[in-house]
């Protein structure tokens, strides 16, 4: 019994220690949420997307699909600040997918305090791709 | 490089210079009230309080100077992105006379991280520090006295972004510089509650975020 109570105490501990926040000196992950990518601003309103990306911040992978495909390529991403000021910032960004091709951009965040993030625009060879922010 | 030495060096031989002939004029003011200087030929050392003599110096101080430790708990609210934060100082130093310098630890904690409420970007913000703090009390009126200092730490402005719950991430830091001036009332013995305005503003690199005016009040 004295045993089990331990275990349940080390759980109980465990929890505990899961609520105390931690602190990083790294800057945040930003590239975090779906992103889409519509053809013109009659597609956006509307919300028919072309291409959609989710990125999960804490595993650093992502999905994206394109409208009419049905396969959904997968694999993770890295990135990189060349410049950071909370609700705005640019460096480079690498996606790595799981076939083994990979796509490296330079790219622009912008996102508000209030409103959160507006949109991703990745560069690649002088050609801008706006994503903008899916709640 | 070479060139930067030679200012530093010139800079640290001039402020050498003031400390010393500033320590001058203090001996040559205070010689005939205060502290005289020992004779050359002074041979009854033994008739000194050994505890207040000074063989360094050769200077026998007539009256002592109050010097005590000296920590304090302060609780402060500062105005950023406009709104209030609820903060805490807590410092330990040396008071020498009217003049007290102490380290210091800050803590702010934000109610609307970057004065926003709504949690879409970042979800929590606290604001600590570390420092050292000059406080001279400039004014004494019976029980009453006024006091002004000035406080240079280095701060560190802690972001919880929404995607990553319970992790702060540090995002501005640099050099903190918040003057100030307090009002005070003597109570009991050394217990001074006191009561003051600040400006605090990020020295470098510059961050308008953290600029603001705030109260601050001495618990103990």
């Known amino acids: 019994m004295l045993f089990s109570l331990l275990f349940i105490g080390c759980d109980d501990m465990k929890s505990l220690m899961s609520l105390i926040p931690k602190f990083e000196s790294s800057l945040p992950n930003v590239i975090s949420g779906k992103f889409a990518y519509y053809e013109n601003e009659t597609d956006q309103s509307q919300r028919i997307y072309t291409e959609l990306y989710e990125f999960d911040p804490i595993n650093r992978t992502f999905t994206h699909s394109v409208a009419g495909e049905d396969e959904e390529r997968k694999g993770s991403y890295t990135y990189a600040y060349s410049d950071f000021i909370i609700t705005e910032c640019n460096g480079f960004l690498t996606l790595a997918y799981e076939d083994g091709t990979s796509a490296a951009y330079a790219f622009k965040y912008e996102a508000t305090a209030v409103g959160g993030p507006v949109s991703i625009t990745l560069r690649q060879d002088n050609v801008d791709k706006v994503l903008i922010f899916e709640p | ?220």
């Not at chain 2, 310098?101 to 979800?123: C, D, E, M, Q, R």
């Not at chain 2, 406080?151 to 991430?169: D, E, F, I, K, R």
């Open chain 2, 1 to 220: 490089m070479y060139g930067t030495m030679k200012k530093l060096a010139m800079i640290l031989l001039m402020v050498l210079f003031a400390v010393s002939a500033y320590a001058d004029e203090i001996i040559e003011a205070e010689e005939p009230s205060g502290i005289k200087i020992e004779e050359e030929s002074t041979n009854n050392r033994s008739s000194y309080d050994p505890d207040t003599y000074d063989y360094t110096f050769g200077l026998i101080p007539t009256e002592e100077l109050d010097i005590y430790f000296a920590s304090h708990l302060y609780m402060d609210t500062t105005m950023l992105y406009g709104y209030p934060t609820i903060g805490a100082t807590w410092d330990i130093g040396l008071g020498v006379d009217t003049v007290t310098i102490a380290a210091y630890v800050k803590y702010a904690h934000f109610f609307k991280p970057l004065g926003s409420g709504t949690g879409n970007l970042y979800i929590a913000e606290e604001m600590t520090e570390i420092g050292l703090s000059f406080k001279v009390r400039a004014y004494e009126l019976g029980r009453f006295n006024v006091s002004f200092g000035i406080n240079t730490g280095w701060y560190q402005q802690w972001l919880m972004h929404y995607s990553s719950a319970n992790t702060y991430s540090l995002v501005n830091n640099g050099l903190m510089i918040r003057p100030e001036a307090s009002i005070g009332w003597n109570w009991i013995g050394r217990w001074n509650m006191e009561i003051g305005l600040f400006y605090q503003t990020p020295l470098y690199p510059t961050y308008e975020g953290y600029n603001g005016w705030g109260v601050f009040i001495k618990l103990v």
